[in-house]
């Protein structure tokens, strides 16, 4: 009797993995002869039962989906477990994504992460298109991103530039780790821009485990969890582990978040020292009734600035730094320029940026190099597109592998060669005009912080070129450095970069 009831109990898993393996190859039949009736797709990968061509994927999704590029071409059309999905990879296909057809594609899909992290997407980056979304955008320009905005925060851009300059001095003649520097350089500027505090000084970074959040945050977010590609079968999230980390990781960033809005509601600031919480906060009061702004709302606006605001800048410092030692020339160059205009003055003032058009030159091949966010945050079509003469159904999936725009030979002379002269003289810019080089995508979902980030980033550039004088530690060489990279929706090295910093000014 215990026999047979062991082999019952046993079974019955066997039984319901045999009923939900039926269930997804019955899926995978309708939508193969639904693809079928549907012939004019762009080129297409052989696909496996079920899984379409998820297994081709692999770990690394941008070098794949350029892998497959190179073979099937610039637009190719992926099955991805329920998922149809168009991935395309060069400059001409990125404009029609991006521009001729931005309103057909200006939805987003509704990710399983982005609904638990993002208070049901309702923050900028994964709202589906809608009043909603035009409503908290239209703040976001106005009120929290304008340039007036970004321009009355240089005072903090340029103390937490002093502060990472003074770090990295007393350092000197040890090997440090700059990759964290630059990191909690990114964090501090961020909360003291949006919440009116930094984290760090005062030990807050470690004890609210600041890092770490972030870290999950962005492979939570990598957009290629297996779960979103089967979303009839929600349950998949529970057994690969996915939801008990989205509530964990969730439940952390609301706590941070609730401590830090009653802080907010429980002072009163003048104007000229309000944070990016006190305007939303005001905004939520001062709102109609029509459309108000829930205290949610704000939550998921606050992770979008947050998360978001620092990865991105971390990423394109820590990969500026790492290219420019491996490339001691431009390096050597980039520093020429600045202390020519600075001479023996030894702070940078945003004022001397527009001058630095070598040093901007290499942001700029940063960017086509590295992009943060090497495949843009997926689109999803409202209505049927004709795109290259194909006919893309609605509701279909759109990935723009930015990574491969700006590698593409089509585009770029010696893509893969760190050459920051090839933008000298030349009109090609990031800011969602030039396709050929998209790090903030472009159109009505292009990222609208990007006068904020450059602002954060081409300070602490310049700053660090002036100076100081940068080596790689003793017995370590080019060629030594590890460049593999960690995916997930922004994407930065896995190996921190050590270097030896010696101060240029004694």
Not at 270 to 288: A, P, R, T, Y
Not at 391 to 414: L, M, Q
Not at 475 to 496: P, Q, Y
Request: hydrophobic share 40%.
């Amino acid at each position: 009797m215990a026999l047979l009831q062991w082999l019952e109990e046993g079974f019955r898993p066997f039984l319901f993995f045999i009923f939900i393996f039926i269930v997804l190859l019955m899926k995978f039949l309708f939508i193969d002869k639904s693809r079928k009736r549907r012939s004019n797709l762009p080129p297409s990968p052989p696909m496996l039962p079920i899984i379409g061509n998820l297994h081709q994927l692999v770990t690394m999704p941008h070098l794949s989906l350029q892998g497959l590029a190179d073979k099937y071409g610039p637009i190719i059309y992926l099955q991805l477990g329920e998922i149809p999905t168009v991935v395309v990879s060069s400059a001409r296909l990125a404009k029609e994504v991006l521009k001729t057809h931005d309103l057909a594609l200006s939805s987003r899909p509704q990710l399983f992460s982005a609904k638990y992290l993002f208070y049901n997407c309702t923050d900028i980056v994964f709202s589906p298109y809608g009043a909603y979304w035009r409503h908290i955008r239209k703040i976001c320009i106005l009120e929290l991103l304008s340039a007036k905005r970004v321009e009355s925060y240089s005072s903090v851009r340029e103390e937490e530039v002093a502060r990472l300059v003074h770090q990295v001095v007393g350092s000197y003649p040890g090997t440090i780790n700059l990759s964290k520097m630059l990191a909690l350089y990114a964090n501090d500027v961020l909360c003291r821009v949006a919440f009116g505090r930094d984290f760090s000084g005062g030990g807050d970074y470690q004890r609210h485990g600041f890092q770490m959040m972030l870290d999950e945050y962005q492979e939570l977010l990598g957009g290629f969890s297996v779960g979103d590609f089967f979303p009839s079968l929600e349950f998949i999230h529970s057994l690969t582990g996915m939801k008990s980390r989205l509530q964990d990781t969730s439940q952390r960033f609301d706590q941070l978040f609730d401590q830090i809005l009653n802080e907010h509601m429980a002072s009163n600031k003048i104007e000229e020292h309000k944070d990016l919480v006190d305007v939303l906060l005001e905004v939520q009061k001062n709102g109609s009734d029509e459309m108000p702004l829930t205290t949610d709302n704000i939550k998921a606006i606050i992770l979008d600035m947050f998360a978001a605001g620092t990865d991105t800048t971390f990423i394109t410092l820590d990969w500026g730094m790492t290219e420019l030692l491996m490339n001691p020339q431009v390096m050597e160059k980039a520093q020429k320029e600045v202390r020519s205009i600075l001479g023996e003055r030894r702070v940078v003032t945003e004022s001397d940026l527009h001058q630095l058009h070598y040093m901007r030159a290499v942001i700029k091949e940063i960017f086509r190099l590295h992009p943060p966010v090497p495949v843009l945050v997926p689109r999803e079509s409202m209505e049927d597109v004709i795109l290259d003469g194909y006919k893309i159904p609605a509701k279909t999936r759109f990935f723009v592998n930015a990574w491969a725009v700006g590698r593409n030979p089509e585009s770029w002379e010696h893509p893969n060669a760190f050459k920051p002269e090839r933008f000298l003289g030349s009109d090609i810019d990031y800011r969602g005009q030039d396709f050929e080089l998209i790090p903030f995508g472009a159109g009505r979902r292009g990222c609208p912080a990007i006068t904020f980030a450059i602002a954060v980033l081409e300070l602490a550039l310049a700053q660090l070129l002036h100076s100081f004088d940068w080596e790689l530690p003793p017995g370590i060489t080019a060629k030594d450095l590890d460049l593999t990279e960690v995916f997930g929706i922004s994407m930065h090295r896995r190996e921190n970069l050590h270097v030896v910093a010696k101060p240029h000014f004694q």
